[in-house]
Structure formats: C-alpha cells, structure tokens
C-alpha cells in the first residue's frame, strides 16, 4: 500500500499492504426531511454539493459512509449506477478550492469508484427511495495510495454518477445533517457549473440562502486508520509525472539508481490497457478515450502509482 501526503504540493510514497484499524474522526447523522440533490449523469450534466469539516490532526483517510435517496419512484438504481464520486478540496475563502469540472484542482479525486470498493443499502421504498454508499474503501479505491491529510479545513464533494442526465430517474441526493459532530465551519455548498437548471449557481453557492433557511450540514461519517511508513519513500518521492493532463506524451522521470522491471496501464475498472508501457521513460496515450488512468510501475524500490488524465 501506498500513502499520499498533502502540504498544497502532492508527495506520494511507498508503504506496506496491510489492514488498518479504523477511528470515527467525524460524524454527522442524517436528517431524513433534508437532502440536497448531487448527481453527475454520463450526458456531462452535473449537479453536485460539498460539506466542509476540519481536522485537528493528521489523519489518513480511512473508510466513509454517505447517506441519501432517490429522487425518482424507481426503487433500485440497477443498470443505472456507473460509479461514486469522492472529491476532496482545500478551501478557499469559505468554499472550496476547485470543482469536478476542473481536473486537478481537488486534494482527492476519486471518479466514478466501481462497486467493489463500497458496499450499498437500498431499501426500494416507493417516494423515498434510501440508497446509502457505506464502507467506501478510499485506499483501495485510491490505487492503494493512503490519502494524509494534515490540519486545516476541507470540503468534501460526494456524487453519484448515473447513466443518462443528472435530472433523470437516476438522480441521487445526499442527505442532511442537524446534529453533526463537529459542526462544519461553513454551511454546505452547491454547484451547477454548466447551468443545467438555468438557476445561475455555476459557481460554488451557500446552500442555506437558496433555501432561505438553515441547512447545518450533510450527512457523512469518516473513519481514519493507522499511517504507515515503509521503505522506498524518499527515492519513490522523487518521480515526476508531466504533463499531467495530457493529450499526447506522459513523461514519467525516475532517478537513475531506481530500476523498472515493469509498467502498465489501468482504466477506470481496473482493466489493463493493452500495449501501452513505459518507453524511455514516455507514455503515449494520445490514442485513449478522455479519462482518468492508473499507471502501475513495478522497481526495485517497490510498486509506484500514479493518476494519469487524458485530457
């Protein structure tokens, strides 16, 4: 297992796969007359909300649990579901530092996680269709790489992504919170960043003036488990990926004292991209769909990850 430092600049290093015991960090119970619509449909509509919470201490990030329900008088999301989304950002000024439109621009960025890093609870019930995401492995689902957090505040994006429109029977609303643990710093936020329901909030909104009432916080709860050291972290440190989106060439720089004895691409689903591999030092994905790619590279200082974008 990998771990992930974040100081503004992104560290990565190299640690041992092992089983973490996990510490409830926060919690915010759900209020179930409260939800805020946050949903991405594959037809590129979005409609998303952020919370925003502080650490007092470094944590990793552990394992999450996010409550909502359906919008539409569907029972199930079956075929529907193609994947959940965890963003995390630093903020800025009282919303957060970036959006799920601007890659890059989040501490986290985790698109469209297949349903093997969480587990579901769907209770099928006509008009308020229960459909929580729990027990969302972040470091799994991250590559392997533990997500650190230091001090500071934070907002955190949670949406599902749906086949068709984000307004459509798919949609997914997180549910709210008024006895959250701690209180957030910030009341939630909203974005509509391409305007979908042509209400102008395409940039980050406070929830409560829309609603012209209080809206405390949503409904979450983050476990942290145990940061691990391990070797290989200085020299693994020093890899340098760019340019990062890219179109074309990736070039990935490793110090010349770290031997490579193997490299592969992943998709989203974890599937390996055939005949794509380091050369020289270079990685051509000018002929891939746009996306989020994993690149796996096995030396003998361990096994590196990194995020690749196709832009």
């Not at 957060?96 to 439109?101: K, L, Q, R, V």
């Not at 492995?137 to 392997?144: E, F, H, L, R, V």
């Not at 609303?173 to 008024?178: A, E, K, P, V």
Request: proline residues 6%; hydrophobic residues 35%; contains cysteine.
């Amino acid at each position: 297992m990998r771990k992930k430092y974040f100081f503004g600049a992104l560290l990565l290093s190299l640690v041992t796969i092992t089983s973490f015991s996990q510490t409830t960090v926060i919690h915010r119970p759900l209020t179930e007359n409260a939800y805020v619509h946050s949903t991405k449909g594959t037809d590129g509509s979005m409609f998303v909300a952020a919370d925003s919470f502080v650490l007092t201490e470094e944590i990793a990030i552990g394992e999450i649990d996010v409550p909502g329900r359906l919008g539409s008088n569907i029972g199930y999301l079956g075929t529907l579901e193609v994947g959940f989304n965890v963003y995390i950002y630093a903020d800025n000024g009282g919303v957060p530092a970036g959006d799920p439109t601007q890659p890059g621009t989040g501490i986290l960025e985790l698109s469209d996680i297949p349903p093997v890093y969480y587990s579901k609870y769907e209770n099928g019930l006509p008009f308020y269709n229960r459909t929580d995401f729990i027990n969302i492995q972040i470091t799994d689902a991250n590559g392997g790489e533990q997500v650190i957090l230091p001090p500071g505040t934070y907002w955190v994006s949670f949406f599902l992504t749906v086949e068709g429109a984000a307004t459509g029977q798919g949609r997914w609303s997180w549910l709210g919170s008024i006895q959250a643990d701690p209180l957030p710093p910030v009341e939630p936020v909203i974005i509509d960043p391409y305007d979908w329901y042509g209400l102008g909030y395409t940039d980050w909104t406070n929830l409560s003036g829309i609603l012209g009432g209080s809206f405390p916080s949503c409904a979450w709860t983050l476990r942290s488990e145990s940061i691990v050291l391990g070797t290989g972290e200085n020299e693994l440190s020093k890899v340098a990926v760019y340019p990062n989106p890219s179109s074309g060439i990736v070039n990935v720089s490793i110090p010349e004292n770290i031997k490579v004895y193997g490299s592969g691409l992943f998709d989203a689903a974890g599937k390996n991209i055939n005949n794509v591999r380091l050369v020289n030092g270079s990685l051509d994905i000018s002929f891939l769909p746009k996306g989020v790619y994993l690149l796996r590279v096995e030396t003998s200082e361990g096994v590196l990850t990194r995020k690749i974008i196709r832009k």
